[in-house]
């Protein structure tokens, strides 16, 4: 089977709409809505200046996505694993990479319905228990699942609703809300100095991780080489404005004490100056941008299946696509299934737990690979078509892999200081091994995977830029 095979039988139904809502609706998720206050522990306001200190990092890893997704990789779904696969004509690495951002989005996807529930029976007002939100969370799931099923368009037309009701909501809280800031709440700004700064970045970081799923849709969005990059680009610039505005706001709103104790902390900050119909409207944003996050989530373990079958590397039946609907929808099922264990079984940890050092992982990856991009594939490096100059696509690529190894080090240096305090048995009884320990288990068995799979290597390219299996 030809690698653009499967890309072939997608349909084109996304336009520039719906490439924004996915990038946005998954980027301004839960992330903002609850880490935000969370982080305010470790560093205070300057929380505000995390989300811009991280901005030009995010900008700059998101350039290696922008040129490769204006060549003809760009038409095809498979983010890093076809950028890293074409570039250096082997799969091994790109594999691993793979499989580790399927065991995340599916723990991501589990996570987000399970935290849809519990918000929404915050909303009504209801008991919540835990069969009552479990059964929601497997309700939301399924919902999403049909909606995915009924083809990308549906998928489209849902994701650009849910997204024009988070920015009314957004609106609706920062608007207002830069006129009753108090300056006296942003103290204390620093709580413990760089050392606590430092330490938070990882957590805000989690508000972004995520935003190269907008590679995924390259099979269905039209005209994708042309448009993709600049969707990226100005994208996140909308959401790094969104953020820092949020943050501001509900900081100098309500003091950082009580953000931290509130279970629906944007709802509290609005409430101290909208009236309750508008607190309503800004709680429902909250829904929505759980719901575009999962919605998105959705689509990404089908897309990243489909080039994986197209080389050899899973089970051909696992990259059909439904004739009628142009979905993936084996593809969709299993990802349904194996987000509904997680729920049932309550093991959420053992994929989510690295979700966000997997993908700065790879995103230090794909970062190098377009560093090795002229020598390793001159012809696909001769293909783009984005007016970035080359020094600097190096310089951004060179300021994400500074960036991302930065985030890897704290992360790195977190769990030491766990393995120093508790031992692995320890840990691993009471379901608490770190990132690190999760991370080496799951490539471990991702390398047999592929060590014992079917597959076949990388060994041609063929005339526009693409390789070929052989």
Not at 38 to 66: E, H, I, K, Q, R
Not at 311 to 336: K, N, Q, S, Y
Not at 372 to 396: D, G, H, K
């Amino acid at each position: 089977m030809g690698a653009t095979e499967p890309a072939r039988r997608l349909r084109r139904d996304l336009g520039t709409l719906e490439s924004y809502a996915v990038l946005i609706g998954i980027l301004v998720g839960a992330g903002i809505f609850q880490v935000t206050s969370a982080a305010w522990s470790l560093t205070g306001s300057s929380v505000v200046l995390g989300y811009l200190v991280l901005a030009p990092a995010v900008l700059a890893t998101s350039v290696p996505y922008m040129v490769f997704l204006s060549t003809p990789l760009g038409a095809l779904p498979g983010g890093e694993y076809t950028h890293i696969s074409r570039t250096f004509g082997d799969t091994r690495i790109a594999f691993v990479g793979a499989w580790l951002k399927i065991i995340s989005y599916v723990g991501a996807l589990a996570f987000l319905s399970h935290a849809f529930a519990g918000y929404l029976l915050d909303l009504l007002r209801l008991a919540d228990g835990d069969i009552a939100r479990l059964g929601i969370a497997l309700a939301s799931l399924g919902c999403f699942y049909l909606v995915h099923v009924s083809g990308v368009r549906w998928f489209g037309r849902v994701q650009v609703a849910m997204c024009g009701l988070l920015g009314i909501s957004v609106v609706a809280l920062v608007v207002p809300g830069l006129l009753a800031i108090r300056v006296a709440n942003y103290t204390p700004v620093f709580t413990h100095g760089p050392v606590g700064f430092a330490a938070a970045l990882p957590s805000l970081f989690f508000a972004y991780a995520g935003f190269e799923s907008l590679a995924q849709t390259a099979g269905e969005v039209k005209d994708s080489t042309r448009r993709l990059p600049g969707v990226f680009l100005r994208g996140i610039l909308a959401v790094t404005l969104i953020f820092v505005s949020m943050s501001a706001v509900a900081f100098g709103v309500v003091p950082g004490e009580q953000l931290r104790a509130s279970s629906a902390p944007m709802a509290d900050v609005a409430s101290v100056y909208l009236p309750h119909a508008m607190v309503w409207i800004v709680s429902l944003g909250a829904l929505m941008a759980i719901t575009t996050s999962l919605n998105a989530t959705m689509l990404v373990p089908s897309r990243l299946a489909l080039v994986l079958c197209a080389d050899g590397l899973a089970p051909r039946w696992l990259g059909a696509i439904e004739p009628r609907t142009g979905t993936p929808v084996r593809g969709l099922t299993l990802t349904f299934l194996a987000a509904s264990s997680l729920l049932l079984t309550g093991q959420l940890a053992l994929a989510l737990d690295i979700a966000v050092l997997a993908l700065v992982v790879l995103y230090f990856l794909h970062s190098l690979t377009l560093l090795a991009l002229p020598r390793r594939n001159p012809e696909l490096f001769a293909s783009r078509t984005v007016p970035i100059p080359v020094w600097l696509q190096r310089v951004a690529a060179l300021l994400s892999i500074f960036a991302m190894g930065g985030l890897i080090a704290v992360q790195v240096n977190q769990d030491v200081r766990a393995w120093q305090e508790t031992g692995i048995v320890a840990r691993a009884i009471r379901g608490e091994l770190t990132s690190l320990e999760l991370l080496a288990a799951w490539s471990t068995l991702g390398l047999l995977v592929y060590a014992f799979g079917p597959r076949r290597r990388i060994a041609s390219r063929d005339s526009d830029g693409e390789s070929s299996a052989s």
